[in-house]
């Protein structure tokens, strides 16, 4: 008898002891958000509004490595997307649109999730049937993509001649949501 009383009161000893344990980590996520949040300086690069857009290094459907620093002194709309993605094929066109009018104030970078597509000649094929003439990029590794943490296709930002973030849009773009944009970078 003595002796299932005592494992009762070791398993209501370990459950006491787990709560408290849980109690103490909850309590340190909680020290280490605030300490995050109110003494921590903001980095100078990231994905917030205002700050400097992550650099990266992809290869263009030619096989030339480019970097999005690269396009520095120009504004910069910069689209996530895939060929498999129904609102990247419709906003497509309206980005060659603007591409095609703006030339000289924005230049439209394309970064393409290539490592969900079946191969690099599909990309290559999209592009030519499109028509489409913006730089296209290569994600073959998920650095870009990753780097400015893209979770939904057709993701777009908007970067100004320092590549300063200044907007952002999650969906489909028409026309008139890029010509607003656009008018906030100028």
């Given at each position: 008898?003595?002796?299932?009383?005592?494992?009762?009161?070791?398993?209501?000893?370990?459950?006491?002891?787990?709560?408290?344990?849980?109690?103490?980590?909850?309590?340190?996520?909680?020290?280490?958000?605030?300490?995050?949040?109110?003494?921590?300086?903001?980095?100078?690069?990231?994905?917030?509004k205002?700050?400097?857009?992550?650099?990266?290094?992809?290869?263009?459907?030619?096989?030339?490595?480019?970097?999005?620093?690269?396009?520095?002194?120009?504004?910069?709309?910069?689209?996530?997307?895939?060929t498999?993605?129904?609102?990247?094929?419709?906003?497509?066109?309206?980005?060659?649109?603007?591409?095609?009018?703006?030339?000289?104030?924005?230049?439209?970078?394309?970064?393409?999730?290539?490592?969900?597509?079946?191969?690099?000649?599909?990309?290559?094929?999209?592009?030519?049937q499109?028509?489409?003439?913006?730089?296209?990029?290569l994600d073959?590794?998920?650095?870009?993509?990753?780097?400015?943490?893209?979770?939904?296709?057709?993701?777009?930002?908007?970067?100004?001649?320092?590549?300063?973030?200044?907007?952002?849009?999650?969906?489909?773009?028409?026309?008139?949501?890029?010509?607003?944009?656009?008018?906030?970078?100028?």
């Open positions: 008898m003595m002796g299932i009383g005592c494992c009762k009161v070791k398993k209501e000893v370990l459950k006491k002891v787990k709560k408290i344990i849980a109690g103490i980590f909850l309590i340190c996520l909680i020290i280490i958000a605030l300490w995050q949040s109110f003494f921590l300086k903001e980095a100078e690069i990231g994905l917030e205002g700050n400097k857009a992550p650099d990266f290094e992809l290869l263009t459907l030619e096989g030339e490595k480019v970097s999005i620093s690269d396009f520095e002194g120009k504004n910069v709309i910069l689209n996530f997307w895939a498999w993605c129904k609102p990247c094929e419709k906003e497509m066109p309206e980005l060659e649109k603007v591409y095609q009018q703006n030339k000289d104030e924005v230049t439209v970078v394309a970064v393409n999730f290539t490592v969900s597509e079946k191969n690099v000649e599909s990309v290559q094929s999209y592009i030519k499109g028509g489409y003439t913006f730089p296209v990029l073959q590794k998920n650095k870009a993509n990753s780097g400015f943490e893209v979770l939904s296709y057709p993701t777009t930002y908007f970067l100004d001649e320092n590549g300063i973030i200044r907007d952002k849009v999650i969906g489909q773009m028409t026309d008139e949501i890029i010509e607003n944009k656009l008018k906030k970078l100028k």
